[in-house]
């Protein structure tokens, strides 16, 4: 089982690991980390050291079985932070179901398979197992995450000396292929789509999304970690998961909708995931945007200190984790969106 | 009489003027122009040719009477546009009030004077002309918008030559002074505090803001371009104004209170004015930003981003005006901002 | 005839054309002028305004015939200037031959053409008509400039909602794409390939590069401007030309052995014309530069600030003509390269 | 003692030690580090994590006595890579002097003393101690390398809080305020001023500098980290150094004066390790640069580009030691430059 609950701690900087500490005086330890999280503090763009600073001070203090997700850019009010997903087992009283998670990684991916069915293939797989262990149905996940490779100078260059032509020879472009290739793995193995359609929107002959996608890229990494979480009736515990869509980067009604819902439900927001990016059309609601012609501040740092406004405005606060580039993670000029919520206590705990 | 009725057009780019066209359309010509208030798509900061473009656009088409305000940066989802306040004098039936404007320059400020005690009086001098000119008191006015000029490299070189320094030898720093001076002027000419206090919150010892000042540096102009604006019962229109204060970069409240006034009496919001800014205390509600420690984009371009974010989602566009650096307007951390709606028809119009 | 002198003369903002002035010290006047080549100080790319500005404060005063070309992005120690080819047929005793120079446009291009076929042929036949109204050979040409405009978010929108696909979704590469194809074209016209080859390299399949042509890109065009400089026996004054090729961006040997045949010659540097590129292996001799995994600053500006700080160094003084994006201009990771400068007086001047 | 030879080796990234690995196969290990000297390929401003995740991967490998220095920004051609220092004591036969280095570490400087009087004084007591260490005269110093605290938003905030004033609210400006301090200790340390002298520039008020002194500020440390090298009689090795002054950024001649003194005594240049700054005046020779009023890239990287383009080109590679903001390191607007060479071998070793 793999039930849990959710810890969100601000950081000082990218090597930042004090929130160990909040776990311990929650009474847990590093090893009941499923997942870290992390919002750091650089370009989120191809040479962000923020992200590989962040995994070289945490990684060495994780279970072999967790992973890290290090999305970099807190862009505007966005603060840098951590969402810990802690693996706690104990059954709340008055709950017959509760949030749960699981995280592994595809097997490492080649230069030359980024971006490509490789890749699509081998999340698609990954996030399939990760379900099964979890022995949820496909309809209870409410949020899938990947970190997946991109492409540096070096890894394109080797790439070409050995006769093979990368998915993209500009290193910025590729992190938004493999975003995109993970994202459709996601689609295939959430059955939001099938392979041939995820394959023919990878080519760009079909348009699929799935707004439980979340896909980030990074120089860090070398294979593709993931994190699925999901709501289960093996658990029980106050933890619970909406998903949504943002339709553009101005959509407030369908933030709002999730918001109200939870509080329908007399739930405390606990933390939002959100994707962002700059509409592809170059317009918003038939508006021009220029985040496409800045030469200056590439448009995932825009969309991000963008949607971070409003997120965090709607939050209350600026911890909230969005990530830029949503590549079929919800539909096009939008992202996809997961509000992770607390029930109020139903009386004691129960082991 | 000044009565003025609001336009606003997106823009193809910095010079485009096809907005003229529209207001052709709408029976009024270039003629009629009390001001042309823009958001142009460079950089917002030194070295922004998006503004000095746009003048150099606009400023022969216009009439001698009329200013321009070329604010610079349309970061995340804010669209480049202009707002034009037209003269119309038109009584409309059922009003017995409506929104004025008027114009002015101030002298010509010398690079030695600039973010100094002389721009705060300059100011000052100008916005109480224009207020009298008006026939409002201070209370009536809602929004006083001010142009100022910044310092380049060869500025400071020539004062320096000159054995005089700078309020400042960063340029970029030279646009936050600018603008504090500035804004201190608006204050002291609406009475919210008086020139004692303005020049001491100008040497950092004292706190004074006004929520109604908005200003904004650029290399394109020597003197200040100030724009006041107002409500008056000389004039019939339906065209209100209401301003308030963004208490931090992530106050929806606060917008939220403006909105629903608006909505309370009927009225569609026609345009949002804003002012933004990081938090100079390096956190927002006790959470870090880094705004001010990322070396790669301005605080002012972050800023922009992350409200305009906000504010066009609650617009349902994003042709809002939101200008960043927000000296002594609003408080610290926060911004000035005034909305501009319209009241429902109640009935024909009478000359 | 077109002989021509040239004139090197400061800015002191895009919008500067206080080098009127000089020219009209000199006993010229606008309507002499064959084109405008100015270095501009925006950030050389998609959305740089200083380009457009200049070109607006420049072409109402330049006579039909005259073409401008701006070329964004003084990094570093470059230094914003302007270089005016003049007309000026004056045979000056003892020299029986000189510096001649022709400009023209293509015709408009649409945004469907650009960086494609359609691009090459329009370049090599306006390269071509300028040539031959010369009435040189093209082993008498040292220098072809050309300015090509660039795909926008509105160009590509635009585009696709026609069923088009342009040649690039990004308006950055759209600039590389569109240098070269002028670049090829240039080439063709030339000589140095036939139109074949210079179709196969467009497309990546063969390397073809002309040392003589430079290439910049803007969005304040919509044609192709070009300049085409040459020596003629039919012209007698003391300009002359070389021009070479950098290998790679610290290339010192290249440069060197123009700058000591000018010296043998006893000849004056008048100016120098570059273009520069991040080396697209990802390495300079072996060892790796990092301008291409750089989010924050475009390679073409850090190219320019590179060898634009080795040549200002090498001609004592920044008002060097340093150009971003060597595609087909030099050989890969180089680039092209003129040097035009001044042999000394024989004697007094004949009509 | 402490007879050092110097290890150039290129990196793959920030926390790449595998110039380890060439120690080992040149028969050293990690316990001879003096001090790991880096170029990395982050911004070199304030948010630059990739000095951070360097001294991460590196300082656990590292002896207690070494110490790292990691300067980033390798813009334009510059290659990142880490100079070695190790101790090598082998006398080499027909040498009667050598090049000597010694590394230490002023006591934590607190964020209130950051930029003024205590760290001039901190820096001149440590840098006194290394000379008086190696046993030579401040004439025999050739380089004197300094890392220093910068001030970041949440130590200008707890110091606010505190009721101090930092020597700058703008943490971009804290990173010149430490160099400059640092430096000036330098200076006093070497006998170029008095302490008085120091203190007068370092207000502003006197013009005093050191062409050996060579000072990096970043977030990673708290302390100043201290490199001494100088040439000793106590020594015999082939590695010798020779300083001078860039008196601007374009000064060939000073530079070539220098590689010719090392040509003429058969020498080979080893490395060369320079300081750059945008010339505070605004101008280089008289023509204006646009480094200071560039409001999206820093006048330091701008810096950095520029000169590391002309003396990659002079060194033949790009793996030079460029560090930007030169505050009192070689006169304004030029930069302290060391250039440290090789001897040819006279004959065999002799331990």
Redesign the interface.
Same mark, same amino acid.
């Not at 000082?12 to 090597?15: H, I, L």
């Not at 763009?45 to 923020?50: H, Q």
């Not at 807190?74 to 932070?81: A, F, R």
């Not at 200190?305 to 409003?310: E, Q, S």
């Given at each position: 089982m793999s039930a849990v609950t959710l810890v969100v701690s601000?950081t000082?900087?990218?090597?930042d690991t004090a929130a160990l500490g909040v776990l311990a005086e929650l009474g847990y330890s590093a090893a009941d980390l499923v997942a870290v999280i992390g919002k750091t +503090?650089?370009?989120g763009?191809?040479?962000?050291?923020?992200r590989?600073?962040a995994a /070289?001070?945490w990684e060495p203090r994780l279970p072999a079985s967790a992973v890290t997700v290090f999305s970099g850019g807190? +862009?505007?009010?966005? *603060?840098?932070?951590v969402n810990l997903f802690v693996r706690d087992e104990t059954r709340h009283e008055g709950f017959d179901r509760g949030l749960v998670a699981a995280a592994g990684r595809t097997r490492v991916l080649s230069p030359a398979e980024l971006g490509r069915t490789a890749q699509v293939d081998a999340v698609t797989e990954t996030v399939g197992k990760l379900v099964a262990e979890l022995g949820v149905s496909t309809g209870d996940v409410h949020f899938v995450l990947v970190k997946c490779p991109l492409l540096? *100078?070096?890894k394109? /260059?080797a790439l @070409?000396a050995a006769g093979r032509e990368p998915v993209s020879?500009?290193?910025? +472009?590729s992190m938004g292929r493999s975003r995109a290739a993970s994202s459709l793995g996601i689609a295939v193995a959430l059955g939001e789509c099938d392979r041939a359609a995820a394959l023919a929107a990878l080519s760009g002959e079909a348009e699929v999304s799935s707004a439980r996608a979340s896909a980030s890229a990074g120089?860090e990494l070398d294979d593709c970690h993931v994190l699925v979480v999901a709501e289960s009736t093996a658990a029980a515990n106050p933890l619970r998961a909406l998903h949504g869509e943002l339709t553009d !980067?101005?959509?407030?009604a369908s933030v709002t909708a999730l918001l109200d819902e939870v509080e329908r439900q007399g739930g405390r927001v606990r933390q939002v995931f959100a994707k962002a990016e700059a509409d592809? *059309?170059? *317009?918003? @609601?038939?508006?021009?945007?220029?985040?496409?012609?800045?030469?200056?501040?590439?448009s995932t740092?825009? /969309?991000r200190? !963008?949607?971070?406004?409003?997120l !965090? !405005?709607?939050k209350?606060?600026?911890?909230v984790y969005v990530s830029g580039g949503a590549e079929h993670q919800g539909r096009s000029g939008g992202g996809s969106i997961t509000v992770i919520y607390e029930l109020p206590s139903r009386g004691g705990e129960a082991t």
């Open positions: 601000p000082d900087g990218p090597d +503090e650089g370009n763009c191809v040479n962000d050291f923020s590989t600073l /070289a001070a807190t +862009e505007g009010v966005l *603060s840098p932070h540096t *100078s070096a394109i /260059a @070409r020879g500009d290193t910025y +472009e120089a !980067a101005i959509d407030l592809p *059309s170059g *317009s918003v @609601r038939g508006l021009r945007h220029t985040m496409l012609t800045d030469s200056d501040v590439n740092r825009h /969309a200190a !963008a949607v971070g406004g409003l !965090a !405005a709607l209350g606060d600026g911890a």
